[in-house]
């Protein structure tokens, strides 16, 4: 019998959630490696918060660029990632590049593929805001993305819809779900099934928090948007400062974001105030674990939109737009901006309102199952392999 040809795959990522998104394809396709020769290219455009998520999913990289420095602007990193890559695709020659979402790895991934002649896979494709600004630069890149994409791996029919109206044939559209609910789920289950993991994750998270968090109220922030910077996060700190002080006995819990555009102005307004923790950012499985015994989620994240809603946790996003409409559509999320009085409005109904509350508690999740991975490999193997 003839021996079947290795379809080359090349996974290129860069920052901590692209990671957690891209793993679970990985691990897919390592599954399959009888029809894929998978290497893992990482920028490290982020470097420590990576590398604990690699760790954690016991994900090697093959290649590493490892190109985070301190005060590097997109300019620098750009071109640093499209000279790298050029020798990397030349090197390797691989059958098809995966990128995700909206970084600015994703962006120059794609596009020195492009310059080298190799198809890209898009995975997360078709998430819109129409405005360039916000998110910035992610939505630029997203876009950008979409034109040079060959296959396009769409979470919901929405983001499909999105694609067909900007002019990709349907064909190379692929409606999966978010991978980001398979980490989830097997985050989930790797800490269900492991009790030495368990008890190590509730030691790490007693050590840092004051209260007992499996039952006392509180509210879990996230904040690292670059259109909130100035006076957005000014107005974000300021709302939650207001309402600690509204609500004495709720629990306010802030993992820091690194950037310097954000420390400032969190510390500034929050340092003293007795029931707001700054902590330090957590690794993804304590988050995960946090997430499920907090009350609600202020944040302006991403990802957090998406997996809220599988932990039955409101989603309250402090932006003035979002790529992610299902889950405002369902009511799982509500788009509140960044504005101070929006933002103490919005909480105080969900701390007054027990039926308003157990609204947006009691929703299905809009992003997907936890196969997202499998039917994206699946529609690979159909692709190049059409006997299966």
């Known amino acids: 019998m003839k021996k079947r040809k290795l379809i080359k795959i090349l996974v290129v990522f860069g920052t901590r959630p692209e990671a957690i998104k891209m793993l679970p394809l990985i691990n897919q396709l390592k599954l399959e490696s009888k029809y894929f020769d998978l290497k893992i290219c990482i920028t490290a455009q982020h470097r420590t918060m990576l590398d604990q998520i690699l760790n954690f999913f016991q994900i090697k990289p093959d290649i590493?660029?490892?190109?985070?420095?301190?005060?590097?602007?997109?300019?620098?990193?750009?071109?640093?990632?499209?000279?790298?890559?050029?020798?990397?695709?030349?090197?390797?020659?691989?059958?098809?590049?995966?990128?995700?979402?909206?970084?600015?790895?994703?962006?120059?991934?794609?596009?020195?593929?492009f310059y080298e002649g190799f198809p890209v896979a898009h995975v997360e494709a078709?998430?819109?805001?129409?405005?360039?600004?916000?998110?910035?630069?992610?939505?630029?890149?997203?876009?950008?993305?979409?034109?040079?994409?060959?296959?396009?791996?769409?979470?919901?029919?929405?983001?499909?819809t999105n694609l067909i109206a900007e002019g990709v044939n349907k064909k190379n559209i692929k409606v999966t779900g978010n991978t980001v609910i398979d980490a989830l789920f097997w985050t989930l289950k790797k800490i269900n099934s492991n009790s030495t993991i368990q008890n190590k994750i509730e030691r790490q998270i007693k050590s840092i928090l004051k209260?007992?968090?499996?039952?006392?109220?509180?509210?879990?922030?996230?904040?690292?948007?670059?259109?909130?910077?100035?006076?957005?996060?000014?107005?974000?700190?300021?709302?939650?400062?207001?309402?600690?002080?509204?609500?004495?006995?709720?629990?306010?819990?802030?993992?820091?974001?690194?950037?310097?555009?954000?420390?400032?102005?969190v510390n500034k307004i929050l340092k003293n105030l007795g029931n707001v923790l700054l902590i330090k950012p957590m690794n993804y499985e304590n988050f995960i674990y946090l997430m499920k015994y907090a009350y609600l989620i202020l944040t302006d994240s991403g990802g957090i939109q998406e997996e809220?809603?599988?932990?039955?946790?409101?989603?309250?996003?402090?932006?003035?737009?979002?790529?992610?409409?299902?889950?405002?559509?369902?009511?799982?999320?509500?788009?509140?901006?960044?504005?101070?009085?929006?933002?103490?409005?919005?909480?105080?109904?969900?701390?007054?309102?027990?039926?308003?509350?157990?609204?947006?508690?009691?929703?299905?999740?809009?992003?997907?199952?936890?196969?997202?991975?499998?039917?994206?490999?699946?529609?690979?193997k159909n692709l190049y392999f059409k006997e299966i």
């Open 64 to 113: 590493d660029f490892n190109l985070m420095k301190q005060k590097q602007d997109l300019n620098l990193l750009t071109s640093k990632i499209l000279v790298k890559m050029k020798k990397i695709l030349r090197k390797n020659k691989p059958d098809l590049v995966i990128v995700h979402g909206d970084t600015t790895t994703t962006m120059a991934a794609s596009l020195s593929s």
């Open 126 to 160: 078709g998430l819109r805001t129409y405005n360039l600004k916000a998110p910035f630069p992610e939505e630029f890149n997203r876009q950008f993305v979409s034109k040079i994409a060959k296959f396009h791996f769409s979470p919901t029919s929405i983001n499909k």
């Open 211 to 265: 209260f007992n968090y499996k039952k006392d109220r509180f509210i879990l922030i996230t904040g690292h948007r670059r259109e909130n910077f100035g006076d957005g996060f000014v107005h974000i700190c300021e709302a939650i400062r207001d309402l600690a002080l509204l609500y004495p006995k709720i629990n306010f819990i802030y993992p820091v974001h690194l950037n310097p555009n954000v420390q400032k102005p």
């Open 308 to 380: 809220a809603p599988s932990l039955r946790k409101p989603v309250l996003v402090m932006r003035k737009v979002t790529e992610r409409k299902e889950a405002i559509n369902t009511g799982n999320i509500k788009l509140i901006g960044n504005k101070k009085k929006n933002i103490i409005f919005n909480v105080r109904e969900l701390l007054k309102n027990e039926n308003m509350y157990m609204k947006m508690c009691n929703k299905s999740n809009p992003y997907g199952d936890g196969f997202a991975a499998k039917r994206i490999v699946d529609f690979l």
